[in-house]
């Protein structure tokens, strides 16, 4: 079945550093969209960005990922981080027709920006 | 953008209590979710609908019930709770025009089970 991963547990880092925070897909529907969010904590989860578009750019609060079809990846970056951006992230998918309306999430990644 | 608002924000039950948790948007969204999210686990979803009288069934579903009253209410219900259903819940809803499926959370209704 369709599935999302991302990198796993908790990612910490020093202010200032660049952030990637990987997304890999799997599904058989060639036109899949895909999301990020964010969960800042005791908020709740919020959408950072979105794709529909292979090979484009897509950016949003800084941060910035690109779908790529051929390597079925939605990785989130940024080039410098900020205190503010630690937060729970996860990678999701939607291809309508073959999940019925349901969003497939991965399991989350929590980033913390360390000063 | 979106709202999406659930009641109660906390509640406390004891062991085989029945508990109802309630979600309403205003936007007209046609698709309407309950999710928990427990550290470790992420969001699991635990049913949705796609419209009023609807109910399809999730990944996490034992336990639950659920029902799709109009357009803009989704009830979530446990009948005999558990304290493995202690968790944070949330409520998310959808438009679903184009395939998107960009979902509008609700604040979360904090849930404990003693």
């Known amino acids: 079945g369709d599935s999302v991963t991302q990198t796993e547990g908790l990612v910490t880092l020093t202010e200032g550093l660049p952030v990637m925070l990987n997304c890999t897909y799997q599904t058989i529907y060639s036109n899949p969209f895909l999301f990020w969010y964010v969960q800042h904590l005791n908020e709740s989860p919020r959408l950072l960005l979105k794709s529909f578009t292979d090979n484009k750019r897509t950016e949003h609060q800084g941060f910035h990922a690109t779908l790529h079809k051929s390597s079925s990846s939605f990785h989130l970056q940024k080039s410098s981080a900020q205190l503010s951006d630690s937060a729970l992230y996860y990678c999701a998918l939607s291809d309508l027709p073959y999940n019925q309306g349901k969003l497939i999430f991965g399991q989350g990644t929590k980033l913390s920006i360390k000063p | 953008e979106a709202a999406v608002t659930q009641s109660p924000r906390n509640k406390v039950t004891v062991t085989g209590g029945n508990v109802t948790l309630s979600c309403r948007q205003t936007?007209?969204?046609?698709?309407m979710y309950w999710y928990r999210q427990d550290t470790g686990h992420g969001l699991r979803l635990i049913h949705y609908s796609y419209g009023a009288g609807n109910l399809q069934i999730g990944d996490v579903p034992d336990g639950y019930k659920a029902t799709r009253t109009t357009q803009e209410d989704f009830f979530l219900l446990l009948e005999l709770a558990s304290p493995s259903q202690t968790s944070l819940y949330f409520c998310?809803?959808?438009?679903?025009?184009?395939?998107?499926?960009?979902?509008?959370f609700g604040p979360g209704t904090r849930l404990t089970v003693l």
């Open positions: 998310a809803s959808s438009d679903g025009t184009g395939g998107a499926l960009e979902q509008y």
């Open positions: 936007n007209s969204h046609n698709y």
